[in-house]
């Protein structure tokens, strides 16, 4: 069974949209993580009584720094942790401990509108920009450099009648809570396959 760490920082959304379409006999929720403890992601986290921790890279009380989570996460036998919306950069060192066992949702179809920078409205404002009359929703592995791992899905969808950014994110978020919980239960199934460079899905 797959034992997930969800990674938060706002809204949440994507947790919830795991929470509710993934049994529980294939994925468990078993830890909530937030840089910020104040947001409605870990309201949620708390009401299901999910364990909720708070990361920092500087001592601050009620925070972990990453080598205890790395600890508390192994205590707690994650083994997929799911970056949804956590908007920090995670250190090397603990991309290098879970090698292969973070996966992170980004709003649009990489390897276009991604890097440093890039996220919530940011992503959706430059595709509104660029003109494009697609965008989508992307899952990937994470490497240490920002949005570049090796691609496990993508969905594209249709914007060319979007009359704004926010309708730009409200299409795109709308294909991201259908791809990550197929992603996880896939995952849960070992149905994802690493060959070589490629990702394949069975
Ligand atoms: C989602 O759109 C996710 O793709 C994006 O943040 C939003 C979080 O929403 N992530 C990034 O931009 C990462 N580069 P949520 O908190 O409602 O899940």
Same mark, same amino acid.
């Given at each position: ?10 809204? *949440? ?9 993934? %049994? ?10 937030? @840089? ?10 708390? +009401? ?6 708070? !990361? ?5 009380? *009620?925070?972990?720094?990453?080598? +205890? ?9 994650? @083994?997929? !942790? ?8 995670? %250190?090397?060192?603990? !991309? ?5 066992? =973070?996966? @992170? !949702? $980004?709003?649009?179809?990489? %390897? ?9 409205? @940011? ?24 949005? $570049?791992?090796? =691609? ?15 309708? =730009? ?11 990550? %919980? ?21």
């Amino acid at each position: 069974m797959l034992r997930l760490a969800v990674f938060v920082s706002g809204r *949440g959304s994507n947790l919830v949209s795991i929470y509710n379409s993934v %049994p529980d006999n294939k994925a468990k929720i078993v830890a909530v993580v937030s @840089n910020k403890p104040d947001c409605p992601a870990i309201e949620f986290a708390k +009401q299901k009584n999910i364990d909720v921790f708070f !990361i920092s890279e500087k001592e601050k009380t *009620g925070f972990v720094n990453y080598n +205890q989570l790395a600890d508390r996460l192994a205590e707690l036998k994650v @083994n997929l !942790i799911v970056l949804a919306g956590f908007l920090k950069k995670i %250190p090397d060192n603990f !991309i290098d401990h879970f090698e292969n066992k =973070i996966i @992170n !949702i $980004h709003p649009a179809l990489l %390897p276009s509108f991604g890097g440093a920078g890039m996220y919530g409205m @940011n992503v959706h404002n430059a595709v509104w920009k660029s003109g494009s009359k697609v965008s989508g929703a992307t899952i990937h592995f994470v490497d240490k450099i920002y949005d $570049h791992g090796r =691609i496990i899905y993508q969905k594209k969808v249709d914007i060319s009648d979007a009359g704004s950014p926010e309708e =730009i994110a409200a299409k795109v978020l709308k294909i991201e809570h259908e791809i990550l %919980p197929y992603v996880v239960l896939k995952f849960s199934e070992n149905k994802i396959k690493i060959i070589d460079d490629k990702i394949l899905i069975e």
